[in-house]
């Protein structure tokens, strides 16, 4: 027997609000969202821990009074930690590493009213932007199940796509809560760094390149998540500066004209193919867009030493991969080993091992002179346009390492890391191939700006090609009122998966 057959029809607000008129129970709204696990998980791999028992005794409990009251989300299975539920971070030695407090974050999402129902799929520590993990196994597109759902949030965005529950949770470090938005035709929204907390274990991430949020179906969602969960928590390094007013009440306003410059070409790497044609009509179509609602659109770009912030990111990225290694085997109470983690990540974490302290700090200085001369492009004008990735969807595993590469790769994991440092240029093509496709995404990771894709362009074979949009520091506000705008003249909340 169905549960409550309308559940698909709203987002989390509008089954708040259906909660709050005593039309639904939470119960029936967590019955609905176990009914759509069930029933479609099985084909596209998002949910790879349930909480089904636990969801079902906080929705016939005394749920807190907030914006979201009863209504199901599921929670990425990386960095937030859920007490008693797994947090492996898709890598074997964690399978069953259960963390017995809350993060910051999953705190205030609780105390929104949300009902946290299961943890979703991701790469081994998110180092991917495809999620195809050894340990799950790949998250698949809703729209075609034989496409990738992109990464590292691939899972999310999946389970938001295929209406599991109209929000899940994210992390974006080099993309990765716009990546999967992009591959699933969803929303997904990156915050100014420090404006969500990522306490009270972690410090910061990535130096402060990861920022938490969600990937929604709808804007106002995304808008009204942000201010349950926005401000400092303790111990913070940094803070993002104040909102005017709730970013709910900006996707209601009109944003005026804004400036907005636009481009296709690649702001990080070398050597990359031009985007694919429906990336490159998306772009054209959604200019078009923007003119028509008023909006100055210029073609420009910020200025970027690519291969150089490509190298600094990389180098940078390797030295947090052999730290990941060695807590993850602390915490295992085992010595690092090649056998307990993927190839990619363990060679990472090897070449990381080979940098010097000096090599680390090189590369971070870099990527904070990069951020000061890409924020002074934001200084002319009020947004940034471009695809959110090159291609639409590929097919599942063609990003994996060749047999070739794959046997190099075996080569380089049996080197001491001395000799992986005299290695690096054969590690970089892999590294390479990575920032062709975050070629967009990853710079403004570095500056810590707030960007969003929105899902503005499909191709005729019906896959979804996200667009991208990056605001100033701290300006979420004009993002929201931009989002909001472009939702309401091309809305997209009818597509769905044919599961």
């Not at 809560?177 to 420090?194: E, L, M």
């Not at 390094?237 to 070409?265: N, W």
Request: with cysteine.
């Amino acid at each position: 027997m169905s549960t409550f057959a309308e559940y698909e029809r709203f987002d989390a607000l509008g089954l708040a609000e259906l909660v709050r008129r005593r039309e639904v129970s939470p119960l029936e709204l967590v019955e609905a969202a176990i009914e759509r696990i069930e029933a479609r998980n099985p084909q596209i791999n998002a949910v790879v821990h349930t909480m089904f028992n636990q969801a079902r005794q906080a929705a016939q409990g005394e749920l807190p009074d907030g914006p979201f009251r009863g209504a199901p989300f599921l929670v990425k299975d990386l960095l937030a930690m859920v007490a008693g539920a797994p947090t492996s971070y898709a890598t074997r030695l964690l399978r069953h590493n259960t963390p017995s407090i809350d993060s910051e974050l999953v705190r205030r999402w609780k105390a929104a009213g949300l009902v946290i129902i299961g943890k979703t799929n991701t790469s081994e520590f998110g180092y991917t932007p495809w999620t195809e993990p050894e340990l799950f196994g790949p998250t698949r597109n809703p729209y075609d199940l034989t496409r990738t759902a992109g990464g590292s949030s691939g899972g999310s965005g999946a389970a938001v796509a295929a209406r599991l529950t109209p929000m899940a949770s994210g992390g974006d470090g080099g993309g990765s809560i716009r990546v999967p938005a992009s591959a699933n035709g969803v929303f997904g929204f990156k915050p100014t760094r420090g404006r969500n907390p990522v306490g009270p274990v972690y410090y910061e991430l990535w130096e402060g390149c990861v920022s938490e949020h969600a990937l929604t179906r709808s804007v106002r969602d995304s808008a009204a998540l942000l201010d349950a969960t926005e401000g400092m928590d303790i111990g913070a390094p940094y803070t993002a500066p104040p909102k005017e007013r709730p970013y709910l009440e900006e996707v209601g306003r009109d944003p005026g004209k804004l400036r907005i410059a636009y481009t296709a070409q690649a702001l990080i790497g070398v050597d990359a193919p031009p985007p694919d044609a429906e990336c490159l009509r998306g772009l054209q179509a959604t200019v078009k867009l923007l003119e028509g609602l008023g909006h100055e659109v210029i073609e420009a770009a910020p200025p970027i030493q690519r291969e150089a912030l490509a190298l600094a990111f990389m180098t940078m990225i390797c030295g947090q991969a052999w730290n990941d290694i060695l807590e993850t085997a602390e915490t295992a109470g085992k010595k690092p080993a090649r056998h307990d983690f993927e190839l990619s990540t363990w060679v990472s974490g090897m070449v990381g091992k080979a940098f010097s302290a000096a090599d680390y700090v090189r590369a971070t200085r870099f990527l904070g002179k990069s951020a000061r001369a890409i924020g002074q492009f934001f200084t002319e004008y009020d947004a940034l346009l471009t695809p959110t990735l090159p291609t639409p969807p590929f097919l599942i595993g063609a990003m994996q390492p060749t047999e070739s590469e794959r046997l190099l790769l075996d080569t380089l994991a049996a080197l001491h890391a001395g000799k992986l440092l005299t290695a690096f240029d054969l590690v970089r093509p892999f590294a390479l191939k990575t920032f062709t496709l975050i070629r967009y995404l990853a710079p403004f990771n570095v500056t810590g700006q707030p960007a969003m894709s929105m899902p503005l362009h499909w191709t005729p074979e019906g896959l979804p090609v996200g667009m991208h949009f990056v605001g100033r520091f701290g300006d979420e506000a004009t993002l929201f009122h931009l989002a909001g705008q472009l939702e309401q003249a091309q809305p997209w909340a009818e597509r769905a998966p044919m599961l």
